[in-house]
């Protein structure tokens, strides 16, 4: 049996109030925004993972967490997304952050095996707001958008959340489950990033 597995970074209620007020300026049926309690940053997504190993992954988080002091993530803007490509989702973008980035390349590296997608080569910290809605095209499976003029009628530039920074203090090993009612994730366990100063 296997569990669809991904590692998170909660964001701190005010900020998923914050991200989920933005959100409801586009009531939109074509766009699906992420509910306000699924709003997180996605560090790597593991894909359907045997319940048997589950503690391998536990193990090699628990021993890189060790070794890593908490830093902080700065918010950036809103844009579409993935970069340099046609837009599908709207991010919630981060700044830059060196020590994020290196982080990250340490999880990636140990848990290398288990990635159900290569490693970006660009770290964005981002949290997804939503995805666009689009149709698939059968000829070579590429995808097509219901309305190309979709993305250029949402203005993601109104209303900006008024955010600044928060601290990373640990990170969430998680299981993403679809219910009759939609996706909804539970966490497996928190590590705490308590390398001393």
């Given amino acids: 049996m296997t569990k669809r597995l991904f590692v998170s970074v909660s964001l701190p209620t005010q900020w998923q109030d914050a991200f989920a007020d933005y959100c409801k300026q586009f009531p939109r049926n074509d766009v699906r925004w992420t509910q306000k309690e699924n709003i997180h940053i996605t560090a790597c997504f593991l894909g359907d993972v045997e319940e048997g190993r589950i503690v391998e992954i536990r193990e090699k988080l628990k021993q890189i967490c060790e070794h890593t002091k908490p830093f902080s ?9 993935p970069p340099g490509m046609p837009p599908r989702m709207v991010w919630a973008v981060f700044q830059e952050s060196g020590v994020y980035a290196r982080f990250l390349k340490k999880i990636q590296e140990v848990l290398r095996e288990f990635l159900a997608v290569e490693p970006h080569k660009e770290l964005i ?6 995805r666009l809605n689009f149709a698939r095209q059968n000829l070579g499976g590429r995808a097509r958008f219901k309305d190309p003029s979709l993305a250029r009628s949402i203005d993601i530039a109104q209303a900006l959340p008024n955010l600044e920074s928060f601290d990373v203090r640990s990170v969430e090993l998680m299981e993403s489950r679809l219910d009759p009612g939609g996706v909804r994730y539970e966490k497996i366990e ?8």
């Fill in 73 to 81: 993530l700065s918010f950036d803007r809103i844009d579409f997304a």
């Fill in 125 to 130: 910290a981002h949290a997804t707001l939503a």
């Fill in 190 to 197: 928190t590590f705490p990033l308590s390398a001393h100063a």
